[in-house]
């Protein structure tokens, strides 16, 4: 059983079209972070979320903690195909310890 | 400048091996920490140290062994190598352990164990 699991897995959309991308835990957490991941590198930050209902911004990225802070989502208008990587969310749990997400693969298609 | 820097990049051996892999970071922080990174892009930390001490070992084998020489540098060994072994190992670090620290991660290691 994973603690964060991400929604959809996989994603190909077409230029121009809007996505959302779920992560969604029973656990409580207390911070969030979404990372993207091209080939053959690591995961990049995007963003890090600590307040229960936080919503962030990043360009066409929109980024929201739920109110409970167990789940969160990312949200791109008019994707680009410059966006196309593995997403993943991250959470802290315990002492400093990094949990990751199942991931979710997007391509989009000029 | 490389931020944070692994070698080798691809690492390809027999099982039973014994192989080492390198880290290291110039930005200076304090954490440094080791992720697998599965077929399935499944992304799990394995240790983490602060200040040369290790804070966080999850459940690993024996098998593996970090060993940081100083802030710095943060190596792994991994003895008696078997094929589920095969992965992508990423290091990471942060300026300090917090969790709301920013984690800069290296390009990978990509492992093959035949």
């Known amino acids: 059983t994973q603690l964060l699991e991400q929604s959809p897995q996989f994603l190909s959309i077409q230029e121009g079209e809007n996505l959302t991308v779920y992560c969604n835990s029973s656990s409580v957490f207390s911070s969030l972070q979404w990372y993207r991941q091209e080939p053959g590198e690591g995961p990049v930050l995007l963003v890090t979320v600590v307040t229960g209902g936080e919503v962030k911004k990043l360009k066409r990225l929109t980024f929201q903690f739920g109110d409970a802070r167990k789940d969160s989502s990312l949200h791109i208008t008019a994707a680009q195909p410059g966006d196309t990587g593995l997403y993943l969310c991250?959470?802290?749990?315990?002492?400093?310890?990094?949990?990751f997400g199942t991931g979710t693969r997007l391509k989009v298609l000029a | 400048d490389t931020a944070v820097s692994q070698t080798p990049k691809y690492l390809v051996t027999q099982m039973g091996n014994d192989k080492s892999i390198k880290c290291e970071q110039n930005?200076?922080?304090?954490?440094m920490y080791w992720y697998k990174q599965d077929s399935k892009k499944f992304l799990k930390i394995m240790f983490s140290?602060?200040?040369?001490?290790?804070?966080i070992n999850e459940t690993v084998p024996n098998r593996f062994s970090p060993k940081s020489p100083d802030k710095a540098h943060l190596n792994l060994h991994i003895n008696s190598l078997e094929l589920g072994d095969s992965a992508v190992y990423f290091c990471?670090?942060?300026?300090?352990?917090?969790?709301?620290?920013?984690?800069?991660f290296g390009p990978g290691t990509r492992l093959l164990v035949l």
């Open positions: 930005l200076g922080h304090d954490t």
């Open positions: 140290y602060n200040n040369k001490e290790l804070i």
């Open positions: 990471a670090s942060s300026r300090t352990s917090g969790y709301q620290e920013t984690q800069y």
């Open positions: 991250a959470a802290t749990s315990g002492t400093y310890k990094y949990i």
